[in-house]
């Protein structure tokens, strides 16, 4: 038996042995199971054939709750503290008292609640759980710590104030004046090795440049009176007798290292990024230049010219020619999405083909951008209505969400309120995978709008999913004074009645509906938000109907798979889109397979999931033989309760088969597409796909997206007659589901549908062939920057380079080198996101990244970043090549930079090794070995000109 790294996928080392604990803390075989029977016919009342637990405990099935019958398995139970040995010291932490006197209340109060349920018989407490007191007398034999905190102490006193100002020319001024001045040793610590790097760029710039150290005794040993080592510490403090004073991020940028490393896990999903990233780029895959046009990409490669070895992105272009890039110029290069990579249209190099393309598109871009832009003005120009609300109600009502909201989520949830209390009347587009908590975003709003005087509308494409959303609001709304109701199918025609008067004279605050709730028919006193749910399955007729209703009020619509032309729009910014692409805690991804339809591959999907408790959706879309697939698997599952639910059942009986299978009264439901708009059921955790090629991608995303809402691993089958025979198309759909395991993909996933539908819809068809010419990025790109110009009152410029780069040599390598990162994709994924970066912080942030993944970086790894470090730093001054050797540097700048040509003389007055070369050029003669401090010293020198003017 070997170990191995899946990463790497090599082997690792031998070990002995392996050894599997139980999945369960109890065993299920034929005697144990008896042993069940019996206890629970000498302790509960009743009759146990009328209980499924009892049930199925006797067909081997562990339903979902068994923990608490746990006594049952056993003659007696142990506890903690008969697995401790009588050595062993308790530490109680906080108070403990009190924490089990309130579980020992909670508990014995839902007992109470809880023990009239014929259908589920339960335990009394005593059986289950330790008494406090009980508690006490067991712990009482041992030695016990109680760990109180914040009494002073003698050994340690507090520094002095060393943190960081962000602002001013020198931002670690106190600290250099503290070492400086100190009688004392100083310790700097940081977190881990990728924020020692970051510190040490950062001290390096206001020149300090401690030593590291690895050890605290090694530091104590030493005659060092200033050093920095890795620790994690949360707060620094002065250690009196030795004389250290230990001092720690948190005193620096007075956060915790903590609070930060939170906050990098919660960046928010950039949109942007999601698209641009060049992470998944394949061998042969269609890039497009700025400069020169669609190409294919071939490879990473190393080449010397004569400096050490840079890394060079190869593409080959039309007649085989092949164009060399270096990887600091990967901001020039985008996907080249629209079209599968076969027929992707080549260019060739220097033939002006690609020139034309982009007047083309030019032309196109600055109609279609003056055409949308009237549409925004429009809406721009209408008043909506500011609303207002109270911070402490929203709170408690906020607080009163089950679940800590994912960043993304956070996100989402502000900038909703944002639109919502600002004049301009709502339109933001939330996108978020199935099972994400849009829903709750939709919440906050119709509460901030409910609470400001306006009634709210909701409206789900099918009753299922309109009454589920029912259920929620009037379950979230329960406690405050706000009327809820619900006009579906599912309601008799007295009930509706009542709700249209309701709605008419403002009495009913929320109302949630099908396309009912369009029907001229309904009229609302003071309509204020329009939540529309997956708003791609209303019909055309029931969307114009919506439009209508849109022009007046806010509007929030909540989509799983974005339609192509509302993502594009969004993309363009004339809707406002937010992403939620962080899953929610402890979700995992849903393990998807594409089988060939068996009887054996049914069977094993479904017993898997029956034996652990849960429930399987099996989806058979054909409703005429639905009934026979029904007898089928019922010979083929003896074992299993199968309901069936499709359209065209009558509206009443498929909505109680729908609450049974909620109740978990069957456990197998067999149905057509009927489930794809969410009903929520955490408990079904496999969907079996049968004639899963006949499905588009959103389809299919959707319906696997039905299981998997709780923290257990689920399963989707995606089962096919052949999968040798799939067409082309089909088989590239489902490689497609099977890749986007990952959480949150819905949004990856449309990019993939307008990539194999090919974008025509996006802007409708005269425009989709130029879009095509330049690829889908390039024609976004330069449609943002019309209507940005547009907006601004300027002509656009669409054809000058959109990204003017400043070219820069060190004459060093600068690269990550292969024994450092190995895999291409992630160098080229990490090359590309540093050449479009254009903040410091953003450098910092991924300096420290790659250092906390892959180690300490290597001299040309250092190289890259001071490139990048410089390019972010120059580009505001003009400048267009710096070309740094170790003799000598020349700084060149673009005619009319924005500098103080005072400030240059001056430069060049004070500093004899500086010269002025031409009219835009700055000659540094120094010798500097080392290219990092030739970096440093054109930085200080592009400092030393000011802040660049900001250009009109």
């Avoid at 700025?290 to 070895?309: F, K, M, S, T």
């Avoid at 994709?825 to 420290?848: G, N, V």
Wanted: with cysteine.
């Amino acid at each position: 038996i070997r170990t191995f790294d899946p990463d790497s996928q090599r082997s690792l080392y031998p070990v002995p042995e392996v050894r599997l604990l139980p999945g369960r803390e109890f065993p299920m075989d034929d005697e144990a199971r008896a042993a069940f029977r019996a206890r629970w016919r000498e302790k509960m009342e009743g009759d146990p054939t009328k209980v499924r637990l009892y049930k199925d405990i006797g067909t081997g099935i562990a339903t979902a709750g068994i923990e608490y019958y746990l006594p049952l398995f056993f003659d007696s139970t142990a506890t903690i503290f008969e697995y401790l040995g009588a050595k062993a010291t308790l530490a109680l932490h906080g108070d403990i008292d009190e924490s089990l006197k309130r579980f020992w209340t909670d508990t014995r109060e839902r007992h109470r609640f809880l023990q009239h349920d014929r259908e589920r018989p339960i335990l009394p407490p005593e059986d289950l759980f330790l008494k406090p007191e009980d508690f006490f007398t067991l712990a009482n034999a041992h030695a016990t710590l109680v760990v109180r905190g914040k009494e002073p102490v003698e050994w340690a006193r507090p520094l002095p104030d060393l943190s960081v100002d962000r602002g001013a020319p020198e931002p670690l001024k106190k600290l250099q004046l503290h070492v400086g001045t100190t009688q004392h040793r100083v310790l700097i610590m940081a977190e881990s090795q990728g924020r020692r790097e970051s510190l040490l760029e950062l001290l390096r710039d206001s020149r300090i440049e401690p030593p590291s150290v690895t050890s605290l005794a090694e530091f104590e040993a030493g005659t060092e009176r200033f050093a920095i080592a890795v620790a994690p510490m949360a707060e620094g403090f002065f250690w009196t007798e030795p004389g250290i004073q230990f001092v720690t991020e948190t005193e620096l940028f007075a956060t915790s290292p903590t609070a930060r490393r939170r906050r990098k896990q919660e960046q928010v999903s950039d949109v942007n990024s999601l698209i641009k990233d060049l992470s998944e780029l394949k061998v042969g895959d269609p890039v497009v230049h700025v400069n020169h046009g669609i190409g294919r990409y071939v490879g990473l490669e190393n080449i010397d010219l004569g400096e050490g070895a840079s890394e060079f992105l190869i593409l080959e272009y039309a007649d085989k020619a092949t164009l060399k890039i270096p990887v600091a110029q990967l901001h020039l290069i985008g996907r080249y999405t629209g079209v599968s990579a076969e027929e992707a249209p080549l260019h060739r190099l220097g033939s002006g083909q690609w020139d034309k393309a982009k007047r083309r598109a030019a032309e196109q871009v600055r109609d279609t951008a003056a055409e949308l832009l009237n549409l925004y003005a429009r809406r721009a120009a209408r008043e909506g209505f500011a609303f207002r609300f109270a911070p402490h109600d929203y709170e408690a009502f906020a607080a009163s969400f089950g679940f800590e909201e994912t960043p993304d989520q956070k996100a989402a949830i502000h900038a909703v309120i944002q639109d919502m209390v600002s004049p301009r009347p709502m339109d933001r587009l939330v996108c978020g995978d199935v099972g994400f908590g849009k829903t709750e975003v939709a919440l906050r709003a119709a509460f901030v709008a409910v609470t400001g005087g306006k009634q709210v509308a909701i409206l789900a494409p099918t009753t299922l999913l309109a009454e589920q959303h029912y259920q929620n609001i009037a379950d979230r709304f329960g406690k405050w004074p706000v009327r809820v109701a619900e006009i579906s199918r599912f309601r008799s025609s007295k009930e509706v009645k009542t709700t249209l008067e309701g709605l008419a004279d403002g009495t009913i605050d929320i109302v949630v509906g099908t396309h009912a709730l369009i029907s001229d028919k309904v009229k609302f006193k003071r309509l204020g938000l329009l939540v529309i749910d997956e708003e791609h399955r209303f019909g055309v007729r029931h969307k114009e109907a919506i439009k209508a209703m849109r022009a007046e009020v806010d509007v929030l619509t909540l989509t799983a798979t974005p339609i192509p032309r509302t993502l594009g729009m969004a993309l363009e910014g004339l809707r406002d889109l937010s992403v939620i692409a962080t899953a929610p805690q402890r979700r995992l991804a849903i393990k998807t397979f594409v089988r060939n339809e068996t009887s054996g591959t049914i069977r094993e999907a479904a017993l898997r999931e029956l034996k652990r408790g849960g429930q399987v959706y099996f989806l058979h879309n054909e409703v005429d033989t639905i009934e026979y697939r029904r007898e089928k698997l019922q010979e083929l599952l003896p074992e299993a309760r199968i309901a069936v639910a499709h359209g065209q059942m009558p509206e009443r009986e498929l909505e109680r088969v729908m609450r049974d299978f909620v109740a978990q009264r069957y456990n197998i439901l067999l149905c057509s597409t009927i489930i794809e708009t969410g009903i929520d059921v955490p408990s079904a955790n496999t969907i079996v796909i049968s004639r899963a090629d006949k499905f588009g991608l959103a389809q299919l995303h959707q319906l696997r997206g039905r299981v998997g809402r709780s923290h257990h691993q689920a399963y989707a089958y995606l089962l096919v007659p052949e999968v040798e025979g799939l067409t082309k198309q089909a088989a590239q759909r489902l490689e497609a589901i099977q890749n986007m395991e990952e959480l949150g993909s819905g949004f990856y996933l449309a990019m993939h549908d307008l990539e194999i539908r090919g974008a025509g819809e996006v802007l409708g068809e005269n425009q989709s062939g130029n879009m095509m010419e330049v690829g889908f990025q390039l024609y976004n790109e330069m449609l943002s920057e019309a209507v940005r110009s547009l907006r601004a009152g300027r002509e656009p410029d669409l054809l000058s380079p959109l990204s003017v780069t400043t070219e820069i040599n060190l004459h060093a390598p600068a690269l990550l080198p292969n024994d450092y990162c190995g895999d291409v994709h992630t160098r080229l994924s990490l090359y590309k996101r540093l050449a479009s970066a254009d903040k410091p912080e953003q450098i910092d942030t991924m300096l420290e990244e790659i250092t906390d993944r892959f180690g300490k970086l290597p001299p040309q790894g250092q190289t890259l970043f001071d490139v990048h470090r410089l390019r972010v730093l120059a580009k505001p001054y003009g400048v267009i090549k710096i070309d740094a050797a170790p003799q000598l540097m020349i700084i060149s700048f673009r005619p009319n930079a924005p500098i103080d040509a005072m400030r240059i003389i001056e430069l060049v007055q004070k500093n004899r090794h500086i010269k002025l070369a031409g009219n835009d050029k700055l000659r540094i003669e120094r010798e500097t070995k080392e290219p990092k401090d030739r970096a440093q010293l054109i930085r200080d020198v592009l400092r030393s000109l000011g802040t660049p003017k900001v250009e009109a």
